[in-house]
């Protein structure tokens, strides 16, 4: 049981290039997220999603592109990458039920744009 | 907009001593509260969690506390160890925001042996 996979997981990019960052989780989770981590500033929501084809903005979506064509991936595109999107990127899925609420986190992808 | 505020955001403490992290939440109608520890390298874990309905939940060392009146909840350490040092965080789920979950802001706790 894998749990939740984040690709790639180290990446630089030049000013204005363009990437996806592929979340796969194999536990049939209906929630989504996407989030940024950033020194002193904790866990920013950049989009989320609450089933496949559903996508919402969050707090901090500016740049940033999403999508969820199947439930088990929820892709995160920069369209034209800006340093200001250096970060470590989090992924996390969950479900709900009477017994558990737990949202569970990929392992990370850390992003350079120089 | 909706938030949660964390503090204190770097704590030391000696082995065996307690450690206690507060955070307060902007939504009252909030229903979730889980918390979370990471280690560095490695994405956030569970580690203990409280629901709206319940004042208090404990988990060996770990306990979680909820006044949902003053809209604040706490994590406890009891018997804190040195593998206990890591980045921890609180998170509260927006109810009137499609379960977006807002994270704090870290505490970073450090114990010396």
């Known amino acids: 049981n894998a749990g939740v996979t984040q690709t790639p997981k180290f990446r630089v990019l030049k000013t204005g290039q363009s990437m996806t960052l592929l979340c796969a989780q194999d536990?049939?989770?209906?929630?989504m997220y996407w989030y940024r981590q950033d020194p002193g500033m904790g866990l920013r929501l950049i989009h989320y999603?609450?089933?496949?084809?559903?996508?919402a903005k969050g707090e901090v979506p500016d740049g940033y592109n999403v999508s969820r064509l199947k439930k088990q991936n929820f892709l995160l595109g920069l369209e034209s990458a800006a340093p200001s999107q250096t970060s470590v990127y989090f992924c996390?899925?969950?479900?709900?039920?009477?017994?558990?609420?737990?949202?569970?986190f990929g392992q990370g992808t850390r992003l350079t744009v120089v | 907009g909706e938030n949660v505020e964390q503090h204190p955001s770097t704590l030391s403490v000696q082995e065996g001593d307690s450690a206690v992290i507060k955070c307060t939440y902007s939504?009252?109608?909030?229903?979730?509260f889980p918390w979370y520890k990471q280690e560095l390298g490695k994405g956030p874990q569970l580690i203990i969690d409280?629901?709206?309905?319940?004042g208090e939940k404990k988990d060996q060392r770990i306990a979680v506390t909820l006044n949902k009146t003053a809209k604040h909840f706490s994590l406890h350490i009891t018997e804190t160890q040195p593998e206990d040092s890591a980045v921890y965080f609180c998170?509260?789920?927006?109810?009137?925001?499609?379960?977006?979950?807002?994270f704090g802001t870290g505490t970073s706790l450090t114990v010396i042996p």
């Open positions: 996390a899925s969950m479900t709900e039920n009477r017994l558990n609420t737990e949202a569970f």
């Open positions: 536990m049939n989770h209906e929630y």
């Open positions: 999603s609450v089933g496949e084809g559903t996508t």
């Open positions: 939504d009252s109608a909030s229903n979730y």
């Open positions: 409280i629901r709206s309905n319940v």
């Open positions: 998170a509260a789920r927006f109810a009137n925001t499609g379960n977006q979950f807002y």
